[in-house]
């Protein structure tokens, strides 16, 4: 199993993924705070990961479902769902990923 803890930043909530193969595709369980993302978790239990990690053939399953439950474009969270499927399908070596900003 592969898991990714998100702090979405100002908006405070933290949402964890945990994913894990099944055969070809991923299953995955997401927590969060945010009432946005747990409509999401609702609607996204399983990913085909292959799919998942390029625009290539189609828009990723994640991508699909949070642009109709996520109200917020730079939501970190679609990204770090993706992230915890491409590390559990073998397709990434688990590394962290991070956003500085900053205004001057």
């Not at 299953?27 to 292959?50: H, M, R, T, W, Y």
Request: include cysteine; proline fraction near 6%.
């Amino acid at each position: 199993m592969s898991k990714a803890e998100i702090h979405s930043g100002i908006c405070g909530f933290t949402t964890v993924v945990e994913a894990k193969m099944n055969g070809k595709a991923c299953n995955l369980v997401i927590n969060s705070d945010c009432e946005s993302i747990q409509k999401l978790a609702q609607n996204l239990k399983q990913v085909n990961p292959f799919e998942e990690i390029s625009f290539r053939q189609s828009i990723p399953q994640t991508i699909q479902l949070s642009m109709q439950h996520c109200p917020h474009a730079a939501c970190p969270v679609p990204v770090g769902i993706i992230k915890a499927v491409e590390v559990e399908a073998k397709l990434a070596v688990p590394a962290d990923v991070s956003i500085k900003l900053s205004r001057s």
